[in-house]
T-cell receptor, first 115, second 112 residues
Framework: EPEVTQTPSHQVTQMGQEVILRCVPISNHLYFYWYRQILGQKVEFLVSFYNNEISEKSEIFDDQFSVERPDGSNFTLKIRSTKLEDSAMYFC?????????????FGAGTRLSVL | GQQLNQSPQSMFIQEGEDVSMNCTSSSIFNTWLWYKQDPGEGPVLLIA?????ELTSNGRLTAQFGITRKDSFLNISASIPSDVGIYFC????????????FGTGTRLTVIP
């Protein structure tokens, strides 16, 4: 069964460093998403991406965040200068189409630890 | 952002018992979804609901989309140990906004 894959599974970084989280969405999907889950809390939407541009973003997704689809298969989330409060699980998701019946499939996540 | 409140926050039940949890919002959603999250994993979709009043089953799971479009419930019948996990409701506003708003989660523990 097709799945969303994320790498690395765990990333440890020093405060102020840049990190890039990588995702390979399901191959025929057109919509891509990043969500964040701080330990013990609910999953929160960060950004959605379609047709090589951001379609929606939340207030969490500030100037230190950026997303890119550098080639036909990868979808990345970059955090320019990490802060302690960026420590969380980051989930990538993808879906096939924009209709209300589209289903978002989630990857297993990348645990980001900022020290 | 949208607030989706789930209750109860946690449940401890005996294997074989039925479970019921619900999700309420102050906003109207056009789609309600229920996800399960195992430790260290991403959310996995259980049931999707697209119409007010809709009642949908997936094996031992049954979920309903509330008539007001501001709530939903999930029932699990005859619970088994692998039902353990965190259950999240999620809503989509529709009208071009595709992102999911997740609930606060219900942590289920099944005692064998």
């Amino acid at each position: 069964e097709p799945e969303v894959t994320q790498t690395p599974s765990h990333q440890v970084t020093q405060m102020g460093q840049e990190v890039i989280l990588r995702c390979v969405p399901i191959s025929n999907h057109l919509y891509f998403y990043w969500y964040r889950q701080i330990l013990g809390q609910k999953v929160e939407f960060l950004v959605s991406f379609y047709n090589n541009e951001i379609s929606e973003k939340s207030e969490i997704f500030d100037d230190q965040f950026s997303v890119e689809r550098p080639d036909g298969s990868n979808f990345t989330l970059k955090i320019r200068s990490t802060k302690l409060e960026d420590s969380a699980m980051y989930f990538c998701a993808s879906s096939g189409d924009r209709s209300l019946k589209n289903i978002q499939y989630f990857g297993a996540g990348t645990r980001l630890s900022v020290l | 952002g949208q607030q989706l409140n789930q209750s109860p926050q946690s449940m401890f039940i005996q294997e074989g018992e039925d479970v019921s949890m619900n999700c309420t919002s102050s906003s109207i959603f056009n789609t309600w979804l229920w996800y399960k999250q195992d430790p260290g994993e991403g959310p996995v979709l259980l049931i999707a609901l697209y119409k007010a009043g809709e009642l949908t089953s997936n094996g031992r799971l049954t979920a309903q989309f509330g008539i007001t479009r501001k709530d939903s419930f999930l029932n699990i019948s005859a619970s088994i140990p692998s039902d353990v996990g965190i259950y999240f409701c999620a809503g989509q506003l529709g009208s071009g906004a595709n992102n999911l708003f997740f609930g606060t989660g219900t942590r289920l523990t099944v005692i064998p």
